[in-house]
């Protein structure tokens, strides 16, 4: 196990190597040794690392040093390929010890080798209803088999284009409906059997907190034995946790499992009654729509218990038809997929009192979901008492562990700060003038300091939302106020958005909730970032509803409160990226300067100058411009 002063060394040499010579960054050096001791003594560890820090290199090193195998779960793909393209690839070039690491994804991601013979053997075509779209969906198709002879993972993300949905589903198994590598003459060849191989020779494994997560509550032994893990942009585990341990019940899926049975079966008795019910169940479930259910019975109940029967029955015409020796792999799949349905339809079923129950959706694609209200107990029972793990992110709060079912003292936890200057660096400018954000005239009143503000910064602005109806609200009486070019979020996919917004720093761009975190934007791009409302959650959200049935009198503050402290410090970590930038955040709800909470919300955010006052906002943004 690696010691402190080890830490110390590698870190300096990695540092020295970095282009100019690197930077010293006292927080990054106190976030890897605490580290290094964390493994040493093999105590859990919750560490607040803020934008600037250099987390990644803070617990990689001592991960390699740690001579045990680590896995490193993130919560975004932008963070998983920084870690697997850039990092590691430094880390192995400048530390003396070997740095043998690789990257898993869920199984959905790799090309399915079984699949594509099948393909390829039968001429099998997608099922499409529009005739138009068979020629570009059918070149997808064949440049996928043009690459499948060359590529060496079958990783989805080498393709040089991003294939429609119904193309790589076709090409490709979910865990669901994979029956293994034993049963599938594919499987010596499988990609993902693969990846599984050389995460096994691995000590580093970089994967995404979604199949961490799947891996604790699967049991399946996705991810190879180990003792150690940090989970980075762990504010968000706690959701991910929840999401990945609930059933989404979707009329699609009998849809789905009733086309592909009927591809095998002899008749189409058994797959039309399964699509049939599919549609009972969606009947069921439109009146429904929003609402949280206490108890299933009435025409929901009622199509459920057909539903399980009628999954049942398609069973056991594919266990026949399997037992026949015909369309053995294509039957294992559809009998899996089956399977993994009748377990969730007993579970949403049974009505536990742990989970919440509720539908959701639109009038295309309703679902009837559950989720366990209380992810600590489950999180201690698989992780925390079998694993020493790492929890950070640049906004970790310090009650976050007690939400995970850490107890007190299973656990050690800092703030390390951040390197920039703050107080020179940013001002945090909270419009206190504002009308409540619940009445008639705020919608107006924050299109005319939006105006103030944007023309005090020359465009350069990141404007944040809570909602789209917010969002498209302003965009809409903006356009008028201003002589700066005006991106919505709707306008580009989100790498493009991005890219232009970048490359042409007069814009302004306007974005809801995908844009409060994941996304970097340093330089003079970006000098004003405003925020519409406190991003408190919904007060709808069954979930919610659930915690803070459980929290009583104390809802607010245990599970409102924390989670728009988050968001919001989240919102503000976009502006200040480098020790060269600068830049106002402006919060245009009263709220933030004048509730019984402020301080809570204001605490949690990073050291700013802060002000009431627009005109001294405008002219720090104002000698923004100057200064360039």
């Known amino acids: 196990m690696a010691a402190s002063t080890e830490v110390t060394d590698a870190l300096t040499r990695v540092i020295k190597g970095l282009p ?67 990092d590691l690839p430094l880390l192995a070039q400048y530390l003396d010890e070997p740095v043998v690491y690789t990257v898993i994804k869920g199984r959905n991601n790799y090309l399915c080798k079984q699949r594509l013979a099948e393909m390829e053997t039968t001429g099998s075509q997608l099922e499409l209803e529009d005739s138009a779209q068979v020629g570009r969906l059918g070149q ?30 076709s090409v490709s198994v979910t865990s669901d409906e994979c029956p293994g590598a034993t049963k599938c003459p594919s499987g010596p060849f499988c990609f993902a059997e693969s990846a599984r191989a050389a995460a096994e020779a691995s000590t580093i494994v970089v994967v995404n907190t979604h199949l961490y997560a799947i891996d604790l509550i699967s049991g399946a032994e996705i991810l190879p034995e180990h003792d150690f893990v940090v989970i980075d942009e762990a504010h968000q585990l706690e959701e991910i946790i929840s999401s990945v341990a609930g059933i989404d019940l979707a009329p699609g899926r009998f849809g789905n499992i009733a086309r592909n049975a009927r591809k095998i079966l002899a008749t189409d008795v058994e797959s039309t009654a399964v ?25 929901l109940g009622s199509a459920l218990a057909l539903a399980r029967t009628r999954v049942e029955t398609l069973s056991s015409a594919l266990r026949k038809k399997n037992s026949e020796g015909q369309d053995g792999q294509e039957s294992l799949r559809v009998l899996g997929a089956a399977g993994n349905l009748l377990n969730d339809i007993d579970l949403v079923s049974a009505q536990l009192s742990t989970h919440v129950t509720w539908v959701e959706g639109n009038d295309r694609a309703l679902v009837l979901r559950t989720a366990p209200i209380d992810v600590g107990q489950f999180l201690e029972e698989t992780l925390w008492s079998k694993r020493t793990a790492v929890l950070t992110s640049a906004t970790l709060p310090p009650d976050l562990p007690e939400r995970l079912g850490l107890s007190a003292d299973s656990y050690s936890y800092t703030d390390v700060g951040s390197p920039f200057n703050f107080a020179d660096q940013a001002l945090l400018y909270c419009a206190l003038h504002m009308p409540d954000p619940r009445s008639d005239t705020y919608r107006e009143a924050v299109v005319e300091e939006l105006a103030q503000l944007i023309t005090a910064a020359e465009g350069r602005t990141l404007c944040l939302f809570t909602s789209w109806k917010a969002l498209n609200e302003t965009a809409t009486l903006l356009a008028d106020r201003i002589n700066f070019p005006l991106l919505s979020q709707k306008d580009l996919p989100k790498p493009k958005l991005i890219e232009q917004f970048t490359s042409e720093p007069e814009t302004v761009l306007l974005a809801t909730l995908g844009f409060w975190q994941g996304i970097d934007i340093p330089g003079d791009t970006l000098s004003l970032v405003t925020i519409d409302r406190i991003p408190f959650p919904r007060p709808d959200d069954p979930l919610l509803q659930a915690r803070r049935d459980l929290a009583g009198p104390a809802a607010f503050r245990q599970v409102d409160l924390p989670r728009a402290a988050t968001l919001l410090a989240q919102g503000t970590g976009r502006l200040i990226r480098t020790i060269h930038d600068r830049g106002v955040v402006a919060v245009l709800d009263p709220r933030l300067g004048k509730a019984n909470y402020r301080w809570y919300l204001v605490q949690n955010l990073p050291p700013m100058a802060r002000t009431k006052d627009r005109e001294e906002a405008t002219d720090f943004l104002r000698s923004i411009s100057r200064a360039r």
């Open 275 to 299: 699509a049939d019910v599919g549609n009972k169940i969606a009947v069921a479930l439109e009146p429904l729509r929003g609402q949280r259910l206490l108890k299933i019975d009435g025409e």
């Open 140 to 169: 997808q198709v064949a440049e996928i088999i043009s690459w499948s002879k060359e590529t060496v993972s079958g990783d989805r993300s080498e393709l040089a284009f991003e294939p429609d949905s119904r193309v790589w589903s």
């Open 20 to 86: 100019g010579g690197g930077e010293k960054r006292v927080g990054q050096l106190e976030m890897a040794t605490s580290i290094s001791d964390s493994f040493k003594n093999r105590k859990n560890f919750a560490v607040q690392a803020g934008t600037g820090t250099g987390k990644s290199l803070a617990y990689l090193i001592p991960a390699i040093l740690s001579n045990q195998r680590v896995i490193i779960a993130t919560a975004t793909k932008a963070l998983q390929d920084q870690l697997a393209n850039k």
